[in-house]
């Protein structure tokens, strides 16, 4: 039986009754395995109830690239332009720059790159520039508007509006320089009323930097 531990491999006693048949059934000092890297094998002692190796496996190279290449840009599943046709806000206030992923009446994920220039930062705050927690709802809003203004749900620019929001809760500040991550999910339509509930949440760089519940008013038949 082999036993892995860290950076060495036993092969016990129990298992192994002649150890140095190994020499004879591996001519180099080398051990592939199916679906692994290749494992290179050091022999450094043996002994009459144990044979020690120690495993060497090369690193991985993705150091070695620049730092500038390693990570690819966010898909693009609605652009800037077509988001403009879809939603009714316009600068200042237009608060998605992209959609990256997109389920016809289910879902949206958005993203709104925070920087510097935008005009909330000189009063929020000079000497500490955080996005206020209500323009990141407002930008939640959007993503989910991007769902409901569709066939699929059948929403209209003339009569859609945020109607409320519950349960929110702000995880981290988001700050100039982050990027805002952004998934509506729409968990519940009553077209018959005119009301949609969905679900947020958005991240920055994986972590969840705000929550909550969202109505969305889209008129009723």
Do not use: W
Not at 5 to 23: D, M, Y
Not at 211 to 219: H, P, R
Request: proline content about 8%.
């Amino acid at each position: 039986m082999a036993v892995a531990s860290n950076s060495l491999v036993f092969f016990t006693h129990g298992s192994l009754s002649r150890p140095e048949k190994l020499f004879q059934a591996l001519p180099s000092p080398s051990l592939s395995l199916p679906g692994s890297r290749a494992l290179f094998l050091k022999f450094t002692h043996r002994s009459n109830s144990a044979l020690h190796c120690s495993l060497n496996v090369p690193e991985s190279t993705d150091k070695d690239s620049p730092i500038e290449t390693r990570f690819p840009a966010y898909p693009t599943v609605m652009d800037i332009n077509q988001i403009r046709e879809i939603l009714p806000h316009r600068f200042p206030f237009l608060l998605v720059d992209r959609v990256i992923e997109y389920n016809p009446g289910v879902s949206a994920v958005g993203i709104k790159n925070v920087t510097i220039n935008d005009n909330f930062f000189p009063g929020h705050f000079p000497e500490r520039p955080i996005m206020p927690g209500v323009l990141m709802v407002e930008a939640m809003a959007q993503v989910g508007g991007v769902v409901m203004l569709q066939p699929e749900v059948g929403g209209s620019r003339e009569n859609f509006f945020f109607a409320g929001v519950d349960k929110v809760r702000f995880r981290k500040p988001v700050i100039a320089g982050d990027t805002l991550v952004m998934r509506m999910t729409l968990i519940k339509l009553q077209k018959r009323f005119g009301i949609a509930k969905m679900e947020g949440k958005a991240y920055v760089g994986g972590d969840l930097a705000c929550e909550g519940e969202f109505l969305m008013a889209t008129g009723s038949e």
